[in-house]
């Protein structure tokens, strides 16, 4: 199995710690409804550690909630309330979208709140201070980037060539205008914690690296977020984990996904171009969703289309109509081996999680499925390999319950099975007329059959 590591930049044999994968993922700032971006960080990392689980490790994953924030300060005061208050909203709000997304919490997960853990994050400040990586100044405390030789790897990058950037902006009290803060001074009417510096809050790099720490220990495995996030949130997280430890690497193999694009520009808050995942599960199934994000390379942009959505959404109910077909045999007699499409979906999860590769293989399997049925060969098998690998490892709830369109009436199914069994013995009696008729009838009731040297493919189009 090998990874696409961002801080040696290419492939590498993935090799953990131990039979326990310790993996931290970047979570949300709770402002306003998670959108679409968001949606395809959580369900590619939801994959990853269901297909590690898949290949028998013990998974112990943690997501930080940035739960106090310029930006929440900033929201919560212009609408009258506190930012505690609308913190708790959008966090509510976050976990109903992970739930309806089919995104799993493991009793070994933790999702700590940075409010939460400022005993942590102080003794960890406290720690770089005394090492001499980190100095206050007028309340605040600020991290010596200097004073780390490797800084910028992860990114690679020169300070040079940093300095040109915003992180080099900042206040007068910095020794350096790379240097960083750890914890702010206490402004009129925001949030503040005690600590030996005055009164504050944290800065929003140390929060991540204390709660890693603490949940995980030094090393990780795996920590993973978006591209957005490698400078300088995660070139910042390197620099005073591995100075407060003293051990390097803090992390073994860093994964970052693409991020999704509308109009051009990445989906964000803060730009206002967002499409919220509410918005996308009001039109598309959850399925509809995961498939659209998971049938493109998990470190590749994503442009959010509906047309791309609508193609989602069928395949996803192609699928389901596989798994959810009679096999005619009653599973006697000759049947269709799955098993080495089951190979192949391996082989694509262990090249670097491709599961655009893997859901192709999938498919392929239904239209295998498919054709197996139409010859009259038993494809039980076939139908379970399809639903394992689809809800276990890519998180398919394969339900029709979870379908915003109309299921067809039980009656239209049975009539459509007796017209695909009849078209398939027209064609065996070469009587091409009435198998011709058989495909319009079909047609009217949203079903197209395409004959292909390999059998008949069978497809239920979208019915409005």
């Not at 591995?242 to 193999?253: A, L, M, Q």
């Not at 994503?302 to 109910?317: C, D, K, W």
């Not at 098993?339 to 655009?356: L, S, V």
Request: contains cysteine; charged residues 30%.
């Amino acid at each position: 199995m090998k990874v696409y590591n961002t801080l040696s930049g290419k492939k590498e044999e993935f090799s953990p710690q131990s039979d326990e994968v310790k993996i931290y993922v970047c979570g949300v700032t709770p402002y306003a409804d998670a959108h679409i971006g968001h949606a395809m960080s959580y369900v590619i990392f939801d994959v990853v550690r269901r297909y590690l689980r898949y290949k028998k490790y013990t998974v112990r994953y943690v997501q930080n909630i940035t739960d106090i924030d310029d930006k929440i300060i900033d929201r919560a005061n212009k609408l009258g309330i506190a930012p505690s208050e609308l913190a708790e909203k959008y966090i509510n709000s976050f976990d109903e979208d992970m739930k309806a997304l089919n995104i799993v919490r493991a009793e070994t997960d933790v999702y700590p709140r940075a409010t939460e853990e400022i005993p942590k994050i102080i003794e960890v400040i406290g720690g770089l201070i005394d090492k001499g990586h980190a100095y206050p100044a007028g309340g605040s405390v600020y991290f010596r980037v200097r004073n780390d030789p490797d800084y910028g790897r992860l990114s690679h990058r020169s300070l040079d060539d940093m300095m040109a950037g915003e992180c080099a902006i900042g206040s007068e009290e910095k020794e350096d205008p790379m240097d960083f803060v750890l914890w702010k001074a206490t402004k009129p009417g925001e949030p503040y914690w005690d600590s030996p510096w005055g009164q504050g809050r944290p800065g929003w790099h140390i929060e991540c690296s204390a709660m890693s720490l603490k949940y995980l220990g030094d090393t990780l495995d795996i920590h993973g977020g978006g591209q957005d996030l490698i400078f300088p949130h995660h070139e910042n997280e390197i620099a005073q984990s591995e100075s407060f430890t003293g051990k390097k690497p803090f992390v073994r193999y860093w994964l970052h996904n693409g991020l999704v694009q509308l109009g051009g520009d990445k989906m964000s808050k803060s730009l206002g171009n967002l499409i919220t995942i509410k918005q996308a599960l009001a039109k598309y199934s959850p399925d509809a969703i995961r498939v659209f994000i998971l049938n493109s390379h998990y470190r590749s942009p994503l442009t959010y289309s509906e047309e791309g959505l609508e193609a989602a959404q069928n395949a996803g109910e192609r699928l389901l109509r596989v798994v959810s077909r009679d096999d005619p045999t009653g599973g006697k007699g000759e049947a269709l081996d799955a098993e080495p499409y089951r190979k192949q979906f391996i082989e694509a999860m262990d090249d670097d999680f491709n599961t655009a590769k893997a859901l192709a293989v999938l498919f392929d399997l239904a239209r295998a499925v498919n054709q197996a049925g139409d010859a009259g060969i038993s494809f039980i098998g076939a139908r379970y390999v399809i639903s394992e690998l689809a809800r276990d490892i890519l998180g398919l709830k394969l339900d029709p319950f979870d379908l915003t369109i109309r299921e067809p009436e039980q009656e239209i199914e049975q009539k459509v099975n007796r017209l695909i069994e009849e078209r398939l013995k027209c064609r065996k009696e070469k009587n091409w007329q009435r198998a011709d008729e058989i495909r319009a009838e079909l047609s009217e009731l949203g079903v197209t059959l395409e004959d292909t040297p390999e059998g008949t493919v069978i497809r239920w189009e979208r019915r409005r």
